[in-house]
C-alpha cells in the first residue's frame, strides 16, 4: 500500500503547466500513474487530449522519455520500444531495469488502437497499456466512442426529439483484454488513488503484457463543475458503473465494494450528458442502462466469487 | 562467394548479414519470403534480432519507429497494400527524423487486386519524405539493401530500397555475397545522439507543433532531402571501393554517343540494356537512363543524362491518375524547364499489373524514337504501350 507522504515527496515526472482543462481526470492520471511507477519508464501517448494538452512545442510535462507517433499505434510503437530495450539490453548497450507505459484515451483504445493493442498483448511485450477511459472523443469535441454509455448524450450521439442520445451500451473492452490473458489487468479510477497506484505497480511487477482501464471522469464532455471530478469517479464506483477489480493468474477480484450499492440515477443525476433522460417520455433508457450495470455487476460477482 | 539467389533471398541474406537489433513486419506477397527467411534465421539463432511479427504493416512501421526512436538498427519489408497501409506512419518516421530501411517488393496497388508488378505503390508513397532506390537485378538489390541502412543512419531519414515484383523477387540470379564479417564493420555501429531509452536525459519526442513551429520543423526535413545525395554518393563510392561493385545515382548505359534513348527504372533496365546490344549491332544509336535513386530526385545527374540526347522515351510503370501521364515522365519533363537543351520526349506508361515487357518491344519503342527524331515532333504526348484497344 503507497503511502501518500512518500509518493509526494517524489520528484515529478508529469508535471504541472500543461494545457488541460480545470478539473480534467487524464492529467491527474498520469501523474498518479507515473508517481507509482518504481524503475524508470518510457512513456508512449495515443493522439488525443493527454497528448495535446502536454506537449504543446518547445513545451513538454512529461520528465520522462515520451513518444507520440499517431492515435491508433502506441501499443505498436511502444512494443517497438520494447523490443528495441531487449535487442539492447541483450547486448549490453542498457544497464538499466526499464518499465514501458503506453497511454491512450478510449477512442485510441477501444476503436481505432484495439487491433494494435491486440497484437502488443498476444505477442507478449512487457508494456503496462493505460487506458485513460472519458467515455467519448473528447480532443475532438465529445464524440461517441463504444466506450460511451447508453444514454449519453455526445455530439454524434445528441439527446435528440425521438432518440435519446447513445443507443448503444458500451463495449466491455476489459473482458476482451483479458480474454488475451494479459500478466495483469485491472479497471481502476482517479477517485480511489490508493487503489490506481498498487494497481500500476503490480501491473509494472508482473513480468508481460499488463493493461490498466482507468476511468477519468471529464468535465467538459460530462458536463459537471471542474472541482467535482473526485466525487463522479468516487460515485461511479458506488453505482458499480465503474468496478474497480483485477485479473490474474486466472482470478477475478473486486478490489472495492460499495458498502452500500447506489442507484445509477445518483451518478447520472451529478453530469449534464445524462439530464435529457431525467426528461425522457418513459424511464426505459435509465431501466435498461441500470439493468445493464448490474448483469455485469452480478456477474463480476460470481466471477470473484468462484474463485 | 558467388551464389544463386532470387531477389527475394539475396535481400534476405543482406539482412540476415546487417543482423539488425529490431525487425518488426508483416507477410505480404511476393515479399512474404524476405519475412520468412528472415524468421528462420531467427530461430535458427544465426542473427541476435528481436523478431516483432505485428499484427499488421501499420504497426510494423509504427514498431519500427518506437525501435528505431530508442537507438536500435530496425528494418522491415513489404509490398503494395502493406506500403498503402503504412501510408500514414512513413511520413511521421521522415518527419520524426528516424533512420528505417524497408526491403519492398514493387507490386501494384489494389484495384482491381493483382499480386505482380508495377510501381504504384512506392511511386504514391514518393512525397512521405523516405529515400527510394529501385534495383535491376538480385545482386543490386542485396548491395543497396546494405548500402540504404548506412545511407538511412546517416541521413536521419528513413528508406525504401525495391525490387520488381516476381521479375526480380522470385527470380533465380548468380548473386556474389560479401563475407559475413564484412558487413556489419562496413556499416559500424549505429550512432545515436538522442534514444528513448535514455531515461537520464528525457526526449519528448513527437510533441504537438503549431503554426509557430511546425514549418520550422519542416523546412529542416527538406533540407535533410535536399543534403542527402552526397551521402549516396559516398556511402556507393564506400561499397564500391570495398567491394568491387559501383553503382551511380543515375544509370547511363551507352549514352555518350546515342541519338535517341529510354528512361527507365527497375527490372526493365536490364531488358533495355539487351535491347540497347541488338539495335546497336543493327548500327543504331541508342542508349539508356536508368533512374537508380529516385528520392531525392537526382536533378543535376539527371538533367545532364536527358541533355545528352534528341529523344527520349520515358518508360513509367505507374500512372498518375492526373491526365498527366507517369510520374518518371512528369519529374523528367519539370526539371528540363530551364535546361538548354530539351529533347523531345514521349511518355509509354506499360507493364502495369506485371504485364510483360519484351526485349523486341523495347526494340520497337526506339524505332518510334527515332521516326520522332525525323519528324521532329511527337504526336502523342502520353502513350499506353501493351494494352488492349491501344
Keep these: 500500500m503507497a503511502k501518500l507522504k512518500e509518493l509526494a515527496a517524489q520528484k515529478e515526472r508529469f508535471v504541472g503547466g500543461h494545457r488541460a482543462c480545470a478539473g480534467c481526470g487524464a492529467s491527474i492520471i498520469a501523474r498518479q500513474v507515473l508517481m507509482a511507477a518504481e524503475n524508470p519508464v518510457v512513456v508512449g501517448a495515443s493522439t488525443g487530449c493527454l497528448e495535446v494538452f502536454s506537449t504543446i512545442y518547445p513545451y513538454s510535462a512529461w520528465n520522462v522519455p515520451y513518444i507520440h507517433n499517431a492515435f491508433e499505434n502506441v501499443a505498436a510503437t511502444m512494443a517497438g520500444v520494447e523490443a528495441a530495450y531487449r535487442a539492447l539490453k541483450k547486448k549490453g548497450k542498457i544497464k538499466k531495469d526499464l518499465r514501458f507505459i503506453a497511454f491512450g484515451g478510449d477512442g485510441g483504445t477501444y476503436d481505432i488502437g484495439i487491433q494494435a493493442l491486440s497484437g502488443m498483448i498476444e505477442r507478449r511485450h512487457r508494456v503496462l497499456y493505460v487506458c485513460y477511459n472519458n467515455e467519448a472523443y473528447m480532443n475532438t469535441g465529445i464524440q461517441r466512442s463504444s466506450a460511451t454509455p447508453r444514454g449519453a448524450h455526445t455530439t454524434t450521439s445528441p439527446a435528440g426529439k425521438v432518440i435519446p442520445g447513445k443507443l448503444q451500451f458500451r463495449k466491455n473492452l476489459t473482458e476482451i483484454v483479458i480474454a488475451h490473458e494479459p500478466a495483469y489487468a485491472a479497471q481502476a479510477t482517479l477517485g480511489y488513488w490508493n487503489d490506481l497506484v498498487t494497481k500500476v505497480r503490480k501491473a509494472l511487477d508482473a513480468e508481460g503484457p499488463s493493461f490498466l482501464n482507468i476511468s477519468a471522469p471529464c468535465r467538459l464532455g460530462w458536463a459537471y463543475a471542474p472541482e467535482k471530478t473526485v466525487k463522479v469517479s468516487k460515485m461511479a464506483v458506488e453505482s458499480c458503473i465503474w468496478p474497480l477489480y483485477e485479473y490474474q493468474d486466472g482470478k477475478y477480484r473486486i478490489t472495492i465494494k460499495p458498502k452500500e450499492k447506489k442507484p445509477i440515477t445518483e451518478f447520472l443525476k451529478m453530469q449534464g450528458r445524462f439530464a435529457h433522460l431525467f426528461k425522457w417520455k418513459d424511464d426505459v433508457p435509465i431501466k435498461e442502462f441500470q439493468e445493464e450495470v448490474d448483469f455485469i455487476w452480478n456477474r463480476l460477482l460470481k466471477r470473484s466469487e468462484a474463485l | ?390
Design chain 2, 1 to 390: 562467394m558467388i551464389v544463386a539467389r532470387t531477389g527475394n533471398e539475396a535481400m534476405a541474406e543482406a539482412m540476415r548479414q546487417i543482423n539488425p537489433d529490431v525487425v518488426a513486419a508483416y507477410p505480404i506477397t511476393p515479399a512474404t519470403e524476405i519475412v520468412q527467411l528472415f524468421a528462420k534465421f531467427v530461430n535458427d539463432g544465426l542473427v541476435d534480432t528481436e523478431f516483432v511479427p505485428v499484427e499488421s504493416e501499420h504497426s510494423a512501421c509504427s514498431a519500427c519507429c518506437g525501435a528505431s526512436a530508442s537507438g536500435a538498427r530496425v528494418m522491415t519489408s513489404t509490398a503494395s497494400q502493406g506500403l498503402a497501409l503504412m501510408h500514414e506512419i512513413l511520413f511521421i518516421a521522415a518527419g520524426l527524423r528516424l533512420p528505417i530501411t524497408i526491403c519492398l517488393v514493387n507490386r501494384s496497388l489494389s484495384s482491381p487486386i493483382n499480386i505482380h508488378c508495377d510501381h504504384s505503390d512506392t511511386m504514391a508513397s514518393r512525397d512521405a519524405g523516405w529515400l527510394q532506390i529501385y534495383t535491376e537485378n538480385a545482386q543490386e538489390a542485396y548491395d543497396t539493401t546494405i548500402q540504404l541502412v548506412k545511407m538511412a543512419e546517416q541521413a536521419l531519414l528513413p528508406g525504401i530500397v525495391s525490387t520488381d515484383a516476381f521479375i526480380i523477387s522470385h527470380g533465380m540470379e548468380r548473386v556474389e555475397l560479401i563475407d559475413d564479417k564484412e558487413v556489419p564493420k562496413f556499416l559500424g555501429e549505429r550512432k545515436v545522439n538522442y534514444s528513448l531509452l535514455d531515461v537520464d536525459n528525457p526526449i519528448t519526442l513527437g510533441p504537438l507543433d503549431l503554426q509557430d513551429y511546425f514549418f520550422e520543423h519542416k523546412r529542416s526535413e527538406i533540407d535533410a532531402m535536399d543534403n542527402v545525395l552526397p551521402i549516396i554518393e559516398k556511402v556507393q563510392k564506400e561499397f564500391g571501393d570495398k567491394f568491387g561493385r559501383y553503382y551511380p545515382i543515375v544509370d547511363e548505359y551507352k549514352l555518350d554517343d546515342a541519338e535517341v534513348a529510354i528512361l527507365v527504372m527497375g527490372s526493365t533496365g536490364g531488358t533495355a540494356k539487351v535491347a540497347v546490344e541488338r539495335m546497336r549491332e543493327k548500327g543504331k544509336k541508342v542508349g539508356l537512363i536508368r533512374a537508380r535513386v529516385y528520392r531525392p530526385f537526382p536533378k543535376d545527374a539527371m538533367t545532364k543524362a536527358l541533355s545528352k540526347v534528341k529523344v527520349i522515351g520515358v518508360m513509367d510503370r505507374s500512372d498518375t491518375m492526373s491526365t498527366l501521364g507517369g510520374h518518371l515522365y512528369n519529374d523528367a519533363r519539370s526539371i528540363l524547364y530551364k535546361s538548354d537543351n530539351q529533347p523531345l520526349m514521349k511518355n509509354y506508361i506499360y507493364g502495369l499489373g506485371g504485364r510483360d515487357i519484351s526485349i523486341e518491344e523495347i526494340e520497337a519503342i526506339y524505332e518510334q524514337l527515332f521516326d520522332i527524331q525525323k519528324s521532329g515532333e511527337v504526336d502523342k504526348d502520353v502513350v499506353y504501350f501493351g494494352v488492349r484497344g491501344e
